[in-house]
């Protein structure tokens, strides 16, 4: 912090952190939030039959929740020195309730998405908050145990979300899924508004306009573009498509330059200097596009496919969720016992291996198998994410906490688009090829079209999951605090450009 940082009247000294009303009143708010990004997926049928759209339509329910998500978030590291904790939650959470509130009681699909978008506005503000908190208040050795508590609510939350889902839908109507979140976004506000404090001093750096700019061109380029040729008539050749993503890359380029040559960047990517934090963020990444295709795909197909109802859909999840709740506290505690690689490499090797026997699903498989399946794999992602990211986040020095949330959380949202994206078009084009092969009565083939798609998707999954399972090799406790001095000091020997 510089010397000229001023302290809000409101912060309050480290000595007096409470932290358990602290974790709680976030937690909470959080965890109603991120619940949202899967909420709807088992409702997916319903919504398209009531207002008459698509799968590649209906996917911007939750694209375009990641994609508000993605773009927001670099910013949060700009917020976070500009209002206090106190501030930013509440705000947050109020623009979040009004989000819910127009889902709610939207007559159409296009003020439904609206809806999602306002959603997205505060849950894009919260997350980073969080994360930003545990950095603050729980030391080193102690911090696997907290960010365990992240996991649970980061992970848990759209794991769990199919499942309530399912059972909402089929025992009353999609718009209760937003109805029944309200008392809890009200006791969330009330409860932070009496035991939420302020952590943090605001330094208010200068707000540098381009690069909120070029950041959201960047990020939102590269999410649109790939979205658009989910739509599967457009394709990866249409211009919508590439001129998308070439805009989003150069944008980011150009957003990455800037941060660089800056006295104070609104993303400090130089973050990426500590390797610890680069691994953790390339793994969290490619994990989570191999999830996101899960939480999206697995729902249609146990509809659709195996036409079981929203609600055996949703018990579906449920075990799966659980498992990862438990697992994701004990991982985190195990992490601080034992470091990142007796946990990291067993849960990508059995990724890996749900990922393979995913691919190989047909019409034929029994619903016992998707449940043990599917709780292996949230028992696998448990032993990664929070091992992971801890580990990572524990290599920057302070001055970096913002940033680093900022960044991690920025990439793993985006990743979740674009892995819908992705996984959608590849689902929709199998299922394309494969009519066009067997000719015939297209009606009659549709499951058989449907199984097809769903097995070339688990199988692109498999080789992401794979990738993961490489990464985590080299995955190591971060450099002792007289490692981080040193880079520190090597960092501030290296000369500033500034932009002119």
């Known amino acids: 912090m510089n010397a000229n940082n001023v302290e809000t009247s409101e912060t309050i000294s480290e000595g007096e952190f409470k932290r358990i009303p602290i974790m709680v009143s976030l937690i909470i708010g959080v965890f109603f939030a991120i619940l949202n990004e899967t909420l709807l997926n088992v409702a997916y049928v319903q919504l398209m039959n009531d207002f008459g759209v698509t799968t590649s339509t209906i996917q911007w329910l939750t694209t375009g929740f990641l994609l508000v998500v993605g773009i927001l978030i670099p910013i949060t590291a700009l917020i976070l020195q500009w209002f206090t904790t106190r501030q930013i939650f509440l705000g947050a959470m109020s623009i979040f309730a009004v989000g819910t509130l127009i889902c709610a009681f939207a007559p159409n699909f296009p003020l439904l998405l609206i809806g999602r978008l306002v959603q997205a506005v505060g849950t894009g503000l919260l997350i980073p908050v969080m994360m930003n908190t545990v950095l603050v208040l729980f030391p080193k050795e102690k911090r696997g ?7 649970l609510v980061i992970m848990v939350a759209p794991a769990i979300g199919p499942t309530l889902s399912g059972i ?16 809890f976004i009200a006791f969330s506000l009330v409860f932070a508004f009496i035991y ?14 381009p690069s909120i700019v070029f950041s959201t061109l960047g990020f939102g380029g590269i999410v649109f573009g790939f979205s658009q040729a989910g739509k599967g008539t457009a394709g990866w050749s249409h211009p919508e498509v590439y001129l998308f993503i070439v805009v989003g890359i150069i944008s980011l380029i150009i957003f990455v330059k800037r941060q660089l040559q800056l ?11 500590f390797p610890m934090f680069t691994l953790a963020t390339i793994l969290t990444v490619v994990l989570m596009m191999t999830l996101f295709s899960t939480f999206i795909i697995l729902p249609l197909f146990l509809q659709q496919g195996l036409l079981f109802t929203a609600f055996a859909t949703g018990l579906a999840f ?5 498992i990862n709740g438990i697992a994701s506290q004990t991982s985190g505690r195990l992490y601080d016992k034992f470091g990142p690689r007796a946990l990291v490499i067993p849960g990508a090797l059995i990724v890996v291996i749900v990922m393979f026997f995913f691919s190989k699903v047909t019409i034929l498989t029994s619903f016992t198998t998707f449940i043990v399946l599917h709780c292996l794999l949230m028992f696998g992602v448990a032993l990664i994410m929070t091992p992971i ?7 920057l020095p302070p ?8 960044i991690l959380n920025t990439l793993v949202q985006v990743a979740g ?3 819908i994206a992705v996984f959608v078009t590849v689902l929709s084009s199998s299922q394309a090829r494969f009519l066009e092969n067997v000719g015939g009565n297209v009606e009659a083939n549709q499951a058989e079209a449907l199984i097809a798609g769903v097995q070339s998707v688990f199988a692109i999954g498999f080789v992401f999951a794979s990738i993961c399972l490489f990464l985590a090799l080299f995955i190591k406790r971060p450099v002792t605090s007289e490692g981080l001095d040193i880079l520190e000091e090597k960092e501030k020997d290296k000369p500033v450009h500034l932009t002119p």
């Open 145 to 151: 145990s907290a960010m365990g508590m992240v996991s």
């Open 389 to 395: 990211q801890t580990n990572g986040l524990n290599q």
């Open 196 to 209: 939420l404090k302020n952590i943090t001093k605001l330094t208010k750096p200068k707000v540098d306009i």
């Open 263 to 273: 006295k104070e960047p609104m993303l400090d990517v130089r973050a990426f200097r």
């Open 399 to 406: 001055k970096y906490y913002p940033h680093g949330a900022a």
């Open 318 to 322: 449920l075990p799966g969720g659980i």
């Open 417 to 419: 688009a674009i892995g």
């Open 168 to 183: 909402i839908v089929e025992m009353f109507h999609w718009r209760f899924l937003f109805i029944f979140v309200l008392p």
